[in-house]
């Protein structure tokens, strides 16, 4: 008989094992309060710097007001896929909104960012074509492609001369190409540089999907992420992104021209074989795009908040990479050292997130904290204080 638990799958467990065996596992520990910047971890209150919620909208007064008129209306779910009962007039309203954020045509929504960005590449390319990928884009991109069909081909990280060399390799090879890239990385929080990629693939003949996940809300003059960053309004021919960062909700979307949007509409498996956005999400996301219009204090306060952190992480001697938005990594380059470091914070008071092999690779190990314009001075001020302990404790800093 087979084994359910493969050889391979045991030597993946080992890991897990051997965290568990040192004390320093910190993954999947119980969360019992809203997700604000402070957050009540295992039965204590700690400092969060876990969570995407980067405005803090998901328990916005006014958010909240949304979703309860949402419930009273609708109750809890639409109850079938967005090619049934699941298109609602909420849906429509949101679709509208982020195809008028992004001067584009038309939009669709899924369940998921993951679901948005492994289904719209998925529809869009198939074998014949070739898809461009920056060396970090997410797991959900790597997906699609593979589900795709067409080829996979990488280029080192924002090297905007390695995307060239790769375009003249590959270019009159395929039928399309299609350069995919994150516009905030989101173990690095950098910026990928848009008006070069934009500039090359006009030159070579290719299309460009970003992934908005980490920049709407967070950049641009606007908080419309990276389109209104640069200023480049013609920057993308397909926008995907996620209501789970800005909105600190869940969900995502495509916007792009009407009738790519109507091919996936029709076309896209993630899309049609499951079911519609809950009501409740779509009116708690309206009104989060609200606020991003409204209330622009709040991207004011997480820009102010990120320099601060980013400044103090490295004026104590932190690595922190490229990062220039708020997710900022702590690079400490060694698995058992992250995970120590993580397991010390904790128990300060610090409750954030280890990213260790195989989500990258040994030597990039890092911690991964994202910063919320709700947090305080003093919120960043004590975290400051319990990194500096952490790190002088393992040998870091
Ligand atoms: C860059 C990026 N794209 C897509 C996703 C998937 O979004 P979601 O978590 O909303 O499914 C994530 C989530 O971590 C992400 O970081």
Sequence with gaps: ???????????????????????????????????????????????????????????HPKVKEAVEAALRKYGLGIGGSPIA???????????????????????????????????????????????????????????????????KRMWLHNDMEDL?????????????????????????????????????AGEHGALVLVDEAHSLGVIGKRGYGILDHFDLPGGADVIAGTFSKFAGAVGGFVTASREYITFLRHNCSPFIFSASLSPLIVAGVLQSFDLLDEEPQWRERLLANSRSFIDGLKSLGFDTGTSVTACVPIIIR????????????????????????PAVPHTESRIRLGVMATHTAEDIERSMEIFKKAGKELGII
Excluded: W
């Design 85 to 151: 009962c699941g298109s609602t007039d909420l849906h429509y309203a949101l679709n509208e909104r982020i195809a008028r954020v992004y001067g584009q045509e038309d939009c669709v929504l899924y369940a998921s960012g993951y679901q948005a960005l492994l289904g719209g590449i998925q529809a869009t390319v198939r074998r014949g074509d070739v898809v461009l990928l920056d060396s970090l884009v997410h797991r959900s991109i790597v997906d699609g492609v593979t589900l795709s069909e067409a080829d």
């Design 164 to 200: 060239e060399q790769l375009l003249e390799r590959v270019k009159n090879k395929y039928e399309r190409m299609l350069i995919v890239v994150d516009s905030v990385y989101s173990m690095d929080g950098d910026i990928a540089p848009l008006p070069e990629i934009r500039r090359l």
């Design 334 to 357: 060694d698995t058992q050292k992250t995970m120590a470091f993580n397991k010390i914070i904790l128990e300060h008071g610090v409750f954030a997130s280890p990213v260790v092999h």
């Design 1 to 59: 008989m087979g084994k359910l638990v493969s050889d391979t799958m045991k030597q993946n467990l080992a890991l897990v094992a051997f965290l568990k065996q040192h004390d320093i596992y910190t993954y999947f520990l119980p969360v019992s309060s809203a997700c604000e910047n402070r957050i009540v971890v295992k039965g204590t209150e700690r400092i969060n710097f876990i969570s995407n919620n980067y405005l803090g909208f998901s328990t």
